[in-house]
């Protein structure tokens, strides 16, 4: 299971960012939050998340576009609270390896104010559930509903081993 667990880190790496310690150390990191965005890519696979609102929707939509490989880099760095300090992460990653095979499926979202939704989601790969049952906070921020940095930061830093080291600075202080 370690194997395992390892292997579905580093896919959740390949899928979440390029930084440079990406495949660090395969930690057993604690819970991986990612938050929707607000985009006008259609709910696919997130199509029954939430609670039917054109809020909870929305969130699902950005969200799954966020983690979907095929998402030019500009939309995904629009999608993410406060992107453009993870321009060059969400650059290194796109179209790489494992990266092209990743998504996310939105499971439910909960408008839980005007501008913060919790998102209840899997991370895929090749189909198959590599992180199942995480949870993220999407932010509405200028209009649009985003993956709250908090929620991204927590998956950098799962497949960090639970380390901020390496990460951008934003991160650091989401960890704290």
Request: glycine share 14%.
């Amino acid at each position: 299971m370690s194997t395992h667990r390892s292997l579905l880190l580093l896919l959740a790496c390949a899928l979440v960012t390029g930084v440079a310690a990406c495949g660090g150390n395969g930690g057993s990191g604690g819970g991986g939050t990612s938050a929707p965005a607000t985009s006008a890519a259609p709910p696919s696979a997130s199509a029954t998340a939430g609670s039917g609102s054109a809020d909870s929707k929305q969130v699902a939509a950005n969200w799954t576009a966020f983690f979907d490989a095929k998402t030019p880099v500009a939309k995904r760095v629009s999608l993410l609270e406060d992107g453009q300090q993870f321009a060059s992460v969400i650059k290194s990653q796109a179209g790489g390896g494992l990266a092209a095979s990743a998504s996310a499926k939105v499971k439910k979202v909960d408008i839980t104010s005007a501008t913060q939704a919790t998102v209840t989601y899997d991370i895929l790969v090749g189909g198959q559930t590599a992180l199942a049952n995480r949870t993220g906070t999407a932010v509405k921020q200028d209009g649009t509903w985003k993956v709250g940095v908090d929620s991204f930061c927590g998956l950098l830093i799962l497949e960090n081993g639970g380390k901020t080291a390496g990460l951008p600075s934003a991160c650091k202080s989401a960890a704290g």
